[in-house]
């Protein structure tokens, strides 16, 4: 039900597709992103919303410092730095209480969240000189 209403939100901006599991995926711009909803206890169930902002980009130790002093400037997200062999990783994540939202708010909040990932990776790549 609930992943049914944020389909519906994310249906007003983008394409959204569901995956075999259940979970909603959809692309903002270069952002790949992914929705669940999760039952934490009877009355408290919650969405998900993880984006994957860049990906393999060069392991500089002032790399992960700024996405980490930017991920403290966010309201909207938590940011996740994860070193590979490829290089690094970078996602946002943000989970909060979504049962009764109508979709135009819905709407708005993810939006608020996927344009902060998209802003957040224009920002990443600019200071790489480019890259995924």
Known sequence: MLLTAAR????MFHEVHVDDDGALS?????VPC?????RLAEGLTVLS???????DLPS???LAVSAAERAGQGLFGTL????TERGMDVTL???FPAEGLKAE???TLLMLVVSTASQLRNELLAGTGGGA
Do not use: I, K
């Open 8 to 11: 519906e939100a994310l249906e």
């Open 26 to 30: 959809f692309r903002h711009g270069d």
């Open 34 to 38: 992914a929705v669940q909803a999760m």
């Open 49 to 55: 919303l993880t984006c994957v902002v860049a990906w």
């Open 60 to 62: 500089d130790p002032s």
């Open 80 to 83: 996740g730095v994860v070193h």
């Open 93 to 95: 994540r943000y989970a």
């Open 105 to 107: 708010p819905l709407s």
